[in-house]
């Protein structure tokens, strides 16, 4: 028979809708990751552009890169596909105009085995392609093991900026739902809510 291959510590799920300018960045982000024990999955999410075809150039180009190929169902209903097809120890989201400092998988699945916890936020800076300015977004220090008890996770509960663990993300049923602003929050207070304890990543590690 065939090699199996081993599971992935981490799939990096990029739903991509009508982003050919910028997804070319977002998984070159994530194939030069320092943690080479990964997957990318890009959901084309029915693309009139070239982003399917820049997807599958990266697939045949590199064996850790998966496409799948759907009709537009929009940004919610796309990151749930991405969750139910993620074959990765851990999971985390990537939307196509962003992208990754090289050690942010490593740095974030180090806290998750360290802590043995099932989610970790990491650090974002947002930047503007116009201006270059830049921001340090909700920054969080360093903090091991915390609850949603903990206040400062109350706000920006934004879906990007953590890794969790694929069994507990799928055993929570936490559901993407079909809105056009917010779904983030609906994910992320439906986790949180279940996961019991976190961590925190000081990382600068999504951009």
Same mark, same amino acid.
């Given at each position: ?51 399917? @075809?820049? #997807?599958?150039?990266? $697939?045949? +180009? &590199? ?8 009709? %537009? ?30 050690? @942010?998988? #490593?740095?974030?699945? $180090?806290? +998750? &085995? ?8 990491? %650090? ?84």
């Amino acid at each position: 028979g065939g090699t199996v291959q081993a599971q992935p510590e981490l799939t990096i799920i990029i739903p991509s809708y009508i982003m050919q300018n910028w997804l070319p960045y977002a998984m070159e982000s994530c194939l030069w990751q320092t943690e080479p024990r990964l997957e990318v999955l890009v959901i084309n999410d029915g693309s009139t552009d070239a982003t399917l @075809a820049i #997807a599958s150039a990266y $697939a045949k +180009a &590199d064996s850790r890169v998966r496409v799948h190929d759907q009709a %537009n169902m929009g940004a919610g209903r796309t990151r749930q596909v991405g969750q139910a097809l993620s074959r990765g120890r851990y999971l985390m989201w990537l939307d196509a105009d962003d992208f990754l400092d090289p050690r @942010a998988a #490593a740095d974030m699945l $180090a806290v +998750a &085995d360290r802590d043995k916890v099932d989610m970790v936020c990491g %650090n974002a800076i947002v930047f503007s392609d116009k201006t270059f300015n830049t921001r340090r977004y909700f920054y969080h220090p360093a903090v091991a093991r915390t609850t949603f008890e903990n206040p400062r996770y109350w706000k920006s509960k934004v879906l990007w900026r953590w890794i969790v663990n694929t069994r507990f993300a799928n055993a929570s049923n936490a559901s993407h739902p079909d809105l056009k602003l917010g779904q983030d929050v609906v994910v992320m207070y439906d986790l949180l809510s279940q996961v019991g304890h976190f961590s925190q990543c000081p990382s600068f590690m999504y951009y």
